[in-house]
Nanobody, 129 residues
Framework: QLQLVESGGGLVQPGGSLRLSCAAS????????IGWFRQAPGKEREGVSCISATGSATNYADFVKGRFTISRDNVKNMVYLQMNSLKFEDTGIYYCVAIWTPYKDACTVVSDPGRYSYRGQGTQVTVSS
């Protein structure tokens, strides 16, 4: 069983930055692609980004391209989401998910529960002035 724990959320002003972390335990993170999705109150889940199991490939939703950067350290069993130039609409709970795939150099941005194997409890990001 893989356990995922997110951290790093908080309150930030528009234009500010946050770095989210996703810590894994119970199993090696290196077997999974890792993704982030978010959900704001009253809104649908939105896939944000993903990184392949090897870290060689990343993908981003159009609304975060150029602002967010995903990275991973398989030795430390950690995944990070650096979020810059934050906007009001980035507010929401951010979840990291583990996606098993036989393709270790590819990933797909997901948000539906059927598309991932494990999910953390989430971390709140609030962008407000």
């Amino acid at each position: 069983q893989l356990q995922l724990v997110e951290s790093g959320g908080g309150l930030v002003q528009p234009g500010g930055s946050l770095r989210l972390s996703c810590a894994a335990s119970g199993s090696s993170l290196g077997s999974y692609a890792i993704g982030w999705f978010r959900q704001a109150p009253g809104k649908e889940r939105e896939g944000v980004s993903c990184i392949s199991a090897t870290g060689s490939a990343t993908n981003y939703a159009d609304f975060v391209k150029g602002r967010f950067t995903i990275s991973r350290d398989n030795v430390k069993n950690m995944v990070y989401l650096q979020m810059n130039s934050l906007k009001f609409e980035d507010t929401g709970i951010y979840y990291c998910v583990a996606i098993w795939t036989p393709y270790k150099d590819a990933c797909t941005v997901v948000s539906d529960p059927g598309r991932y194997s494990y999910r953390g409890q989430g971390t709140q990001v609030t962008v407000s002035s």
